[in-house]
Structures are given as C-alpha cells and as structure tokens.
C-alpha cells in the first residue's frame, strides 16, 4: 500500500525504480477517494496537476536528479497561494479566489520536485483551534471521526494521519501547526519567525505567522522544512540565517543536554491527567537517554493568553481590510451603496469567528483604548520574550505538553469562545516569543487519541529541536501507530 509509506520509504523505492512517481501519487489520490468523505481533509483537489507533476518527477528521477523529495505527494494548507489553483482560506469571501502566483514555499517545494495534490481544509483565515470554523465542511480526526482534528492546519494533519498524503504544510499563528499534529498522532514543526518565507501566506497575523511541515516522522518533516526555509527577498521579515542539514543532527544523542520543565505549565487550569502523565513520561524517557532535566520559570506565562488575544486580533483587523468586495473576493451584489456593499460584503462572507476578532482587534486599536490594550499587549509580549531568553540561558530546549487535553467531541467548545482559546494555552507562547517548537507523538489516553509533547528551543536552533524530537521518537513507538480508519 504506497499511500502508507513515509516519506523516506518512498524516496528508496523511487530511485530503485520500484514504484514511479505516476503510481505513488495514483494511489495517494485513490486513498483520498476511499475515506476524505468521511475525514474530510480536503478543500480542493488537483489530481490533473497532481498527475503531471508526477510525470514530470519521473522523468527527474530517471535523469539522475538527486533531489530528496521529487515525486513525493504533499498536500498544502489553504492558506498559501498557489498560481491557477484556487486558495479560499477556509471562507466564503474568497471561495472562488484563484492567485496569480505562487507563494515562495510553494515554489520551492516545486523546485524539489513535489508533486502537490490539494489544498486542505482550514479554520477561516487560520483562526480557530478545532477546524470547525471553516466555511466550507467539517474535518474530523481519523483516530476518532467524532472528534475535532485540531486547528487551525487540521485538514493538513488529518492527511497525513489518514495517508491521504505522505507530508503536508500548515501555518502556526498561535499553535496551528502542533496541536493538530498533536491531536492527529503526527509531527508538526513551528519553525522560528523569520525562518521561512511568507510571501503568499495570506496574513492573519503578521508578526505571529509561520509556515511549517507536518509529517509521519520526524526524519520526514526535516526534509520538508529544509526544502521550505531559507531567506527569501520577497519577505522583509524573512531572516538571511543559513539553513542548516537537519538530518545531519540526528545522529547525535542527548548526552549533556540540559532540558528545563517550565513550573509554570504543571498548574494550568483544565490539564487533563492523562496528558501530564504522559508529558511526565517522556521527560523520564528524556533522561534515560542521558539528558538533564531541570525546572524554569516563565513567570509571565499567566499573562500570555490575554495578551495573544489582544495582538493577533488587532492585527487581523488591520489585514482583514483589504476584502471589501473592491478588489478582489466575494462582493454582495444587493448592496444600493458604496457603504452598504461593504457592510453587507464582510457580514455575508466572513464568519462569526473571523467578525468576532475583527471587532477585537478593531476596538484594541481605536482612540483611546490603544494604550491600554494593544499597547500593553505588547509590552506583556517583551516580558515573554525576556523569560523565554533567561531560561535558555540555564537549558537548550523546554518541554511542555501541546494541549491541556486530547482531542475533544465535536461541538462541544465551538459555543464557548474563551474555553476555545485556553486550548492554545502551551503553543501560542513560541509565536509571541518567536522562537521554534515541534510536536513529537508521547503517548495516547485511554480511549486511544494521541497526545503531543512540545520541544521549543532557542531562535534558529531547529536542528536541535529536530536532534532531540528524532532521538525520542526512535526510543518510542508511538509514531508507528495508525488510526482505526478503514
């Protein structure tokens, strides 16, 4: 069954010619038919394109082309522009909005001759932790098809965990990217700010956004991130730091490495007992591998979900401006006026929770209340980034756990906006301090959904974080197990 295969699985039989490029993909596709009915990962497919490419990695491959991920399919978050194919960002005001370009991580990732074969299905404009925002269908977690898959890159995650792609790229704005790894049994990896481009990310948040890989393995997912990172002129927050082969890091043990605990996480409100016993567990396992593990403190973690959602609201509703029915997107037709299509244009194509945080942010930055939300949101923001700083200077990475909670039931927290946000309460952190985090499978609760151990690390020192999430995973096997989906 090729569809199972992980990406560097699939890499050997290529260039042995025991399976083509044509047949990987074919069979990727037919996995996609069988069971994205029931799943529902996928926005839109391109098995036409899906299928040329394939042809085309054929002929790379029988050239002699060394490149490591030529004919491997992936499937890319909704989010990202992708030239003639159209990019909805999970909402109504852009359903039939078809770029004229590419984004940067997609052109590389066309470079390394990946074959894409859709877009997945998305909380609107990234904006939710369970998937159930988009406005277009419901993806649910292959381990549990009434569960929640995570979000907001869920319908990226659930491909993967269900095989309908071999790797696939999401956006992290506050945990985007690792809790629906975490949630789905995969590994996700937020990589620093600055890291990789984001030209062609359609913005929610610009100074928390950060596109990452998700894979079945963490070997996997290093070969998609250094395909996908690297300076980018087109992004002036894009950094100019070397890329690193991650790969090579991973023969190297934990001998030494000192890994702090943050006190501040082991009293959350809401942690499920099953998740800390797990996240207890691999600290156990962490140091029976040699490395140390020591507590930190991160004494403005209390602060860090209220200042999160004073920020990334605030700067949506500087981003969200642009679709006004003007330039391009969903325009109301029955409007009598300029102000009218406005008001009718926003209210018909975004949903409530896109409306919600575009009043947040709005009323955050207007007069007179500036300084007291935005402004002090901001300076919380500094005060995180200083924690973050001291306690890398007594340890190399920080381990925490993903979520408060395995996947939860459908519809059981899409009423409680608050309780929705507080799921993000150990990922948004890394996007406030900008620093890097992956997400490794740990363990699986006792009703079998998978849970996720957080490794963030220092600015640009994702190969350690890929050193010791790879020197884990070998020393467990959660990672080889597969969702009950038939």
């Known amino acids: ?134 406005a277009f269908k419901l993806t649910r977690n292959p381990w549990d098809l009434s569960r929640i898959p995570g979000g ?119 942690m499920d007992p099953e998740v800390s016993e797990a996240v207890s567990t691999a600290m156990e396992t962490m140091e029976r591998m040699g490395a140390r593990c020591v507590e930190v403190s991160l004494p403005h973690t209390p602060y860090a979900v209220a200042a999160y959602y004073v920020i990334a609201p605030s700067e949506a509703s500087s981003n969200l401006a642009r679709y006004d029915g003007v330039k391009y997107g969903f325009r109301d037709p029955e409007a009598g006026d300029l102000a009218g299509m406005y008001r009718r244009t926003r209210s018909k194509g975004f949903g409530p929770e896109v409306q919600r945080r575009i009043i947040i942010g709005t009323y955050c930055l207007s007069a007179g209340y500036y300084d007291a939300y935005y402004r002090k949101a901001s300076q919380v923001r500094s005060l995180i980034v200083r924690d973050f700083k001291e306690a890398f200077e007594s340890c190399r990475l920080l381990l925490s756990p993903v979520a408060p909670t395995p996947a939860f039931p459908i519809g059981e927290k899409v009423e409680d906006p608050l309780t929705m946000y507080l799921s993000d309460v150990f990922t948004l952190s890394a996007n406030l301090a900008g620093i890097p985090g992956i997400s490794v499978p740990c363990g699986f609760s006792g009703q079998g959904l998978p849970i996720g151990l957080q490794i963030m690390g220092n600015h640009f020192d994702e190969a350690m974080l890929y050193r010791a999430a790879h020197q884990f995973e070998q020393a467990t096997d959660y990672h080889l197990k597969k969702p009950p989906l038939q």
Request: with cysteine; proline share 6%.
């Open 1 to 134: 069954m090729p569809h199972r295969l992980t990406i560097h699985q699939a890499q050997g039989l290529l260039r042995e010619k025991k399976i083509s490029a044509v047949e990987l993909t074919q069979a990727v596709l037919d996995r996609i038919r069988k069971v994205d009915e029931r799943v529902g990962a996928y926005i839109t497919l391109c098995e036409a394109s899906a299928l040329e490419q394939a042809r085309k990695a054929d002929r790379r491959i029988a050239s002699g082309d060394p490149s490591p991920l030529a004919g491997i399919p992936v499937a890319v978050k909704d989010i990202l522009c992708t030239r003639g194919i159209r990019t909805t960002c999970g909402s109504r005001i852009l359903e039939n909005f078809i770029p004229p370009y590419d984004a940067t991580v997609i052109q590389r990732l066309e470079a390394a001759g990946v074959v894409i074969v859709g877009k997945t299905n998305m909380d609107e404009f990234a904006m939710g932790s369970s998937n159930e925002y988009s």
């Open 152 to 270: 907001s890159s869920g319908g990226s995650a659930a491909a993967v965990a269900a095989d309908m792609c071999l790797g696939a790229i999401g956006s992290d704005t506050g945990g985007s990217v690792r809790q629906p790894a975490s949630h789905c049994g995969v590994v996700g990896m937020k990589p620093t700010y600055g890291r990789v481009s984001r030209f062609g990310l359609v913005a929610f948040a610009s100074s928390l956004d950060q596109v990452g890989p998700l894979a079945k393995c963490v070997y996997d997912n290093a070969l998609l991130m250094k395909v996908i990172a690297g300076h980018d002129p087109k992004d002036s927050t894009s950094a100019p730091e070397p890329v690193p082969d991650y790969i090579q890091a991973f023969g190297k043990g934990l001998d030494g490495v000192t890994v702090g605990v943050p006190v501040e996480y082991r009293s959350m409100v809401g």
